[in-house]
């Protein structure tokens, strides 16, 4: 409970529909904000806050204890004010689809995380999953290779969950999936997973993920060299569909 936020809305006479008007957003979001212990947007926790006239901090104290990597912090951002994302990975399925069991087995057999702060980064990666729980969620589309579907990651238990939960995702309308399926030969995702991700005014922002850490990039010859590799990939994939009939067929053989 957000008591902090109760007590606000006490003081100023707000409700949760009222403090929804002001903010613009759906009341049923203010209310998961003061009753599930969500904690909204950086603009909607910026209105809200200037509202009840509180510093956000006084409200949401826990984004002061920020427990991601501080060169990830641009891009979780980005990522949380993003209408769209579009996603490629060659090796694991995207961080934003991942249960916690894989998430975990991927976190923990890197080498590069001390075994101490896998739960601390596996917080932060499960928290950021909330962004496609949201009434507003962004379109999310993933192209992953077929290679990600077989790949042993926790054992085979893990990738029979992980293979129904992402079967699961893709039921819902603002998530799509493409598998560009082993027999295709090189392609641009050989060179790397990477991220695209569209703001409400139509700027573009891409993230590329390497062994020591993430960049974000902005350049526009480099914004372009990364849509090229997406139309490239995502024209090698299989259709939503077909890649949802592959990925359950994948899951079986998981036994």
Known sequence: ??????AALHDTGHTTDSLAAEVG?????????LHEERIPHPRHRAAA??????????????TSRRREPIWFRPWQEIEREAVSLRSYESMVLPGLLQTEAYARAVLGGTGLIARGDVERHLATRLARQDILRHDDPPQFT???????????VGGPATMREQLHALVAACAQPHVRV???PSRVGAYAGLNGPF????????????YLDNQLKGQVVSDPDDIAAILGAWEN???EALSHWQSV????EVAQTWT
């Open 1 to 6: 409970m957000n008591d902090a936020l109760r």
């Open 25 to 33: 957003v759906d009341p049923k979001t203010t209310a998961r904000w």
């Open 49 to 62: 806050a200037a509202v009840l006239g509180r510093d956000i901090g006084d409200i949401w104290a826990d």
């Open 142 to 152: 993933a192209v992953v290779d077929e290679a990600v579907l077989r790949r042993p």
């Open 178 to 180: 493409h598998v560009v």
């Open 195 to 206: 991220v695209i991700a569209a703001s409400a005014d139509h700027r573009l922002a891409g």
């Open 233 to 235: 990939v995502r024209g």
């Open 245 to 248: 009939e592959l990925i359950t």
